[in-house]
C-alpha cells in the first residue's frame, strides 16, 4: 500500500494559509514584532538561565497549588451532592410528621 498522504498535505496546506496571511500587512507587522519579542526572551534566558529555571519552578507551583485547590473543590461538591441524596428522605419525614400532626385529633 502506499504511504498516507495526509499528514503532508496538512503540512502543505498550513504553510499555503501562513503564506496568504502574510499578505495583510497588519498580519505581518504583528508576525514580525512577536518573532523579535520572542528573540529576545529566549537570548535573555539563555543567558540568565537561573532566572528561567526560578520562573518554571513558580510557573510548576503555581499549577500544583491550582490542581489541589481544584481537587479539594471536586470534594466539596462530591459531599454536597450526598448531603442533596439524603434530603427528599428527610424532607418526606418532616412531611409525614406534619400530616400526622394536623390529622391526629386534639384533646380540647
Known sequence: MGQSKLLASIVAGAAVGAALSMLDRATREK???????MKE??????????????????KVLAAKVL???VSDNVNTI?????EFKDLPSTIQGMI???KTAFTLPHKE
Open 31 to 37: 508576525t514580525i514584532a512577536s518573532t523579535k519579542k
Open 41 to 58: 526572551a529566549i537570548s535573555y534566558y539563555a543567558a540568565n538561565r537561573e532566572e528561567l529555571q526560578v520562573l518554571v519552578e513558580e
Open 67 to 69: 490542581c489541589e485547590s
Open 78 to 82: 462530591a459531599e454536597k451532592v450526598d
Open 96 to 98: 409525614e410528621d406534619t
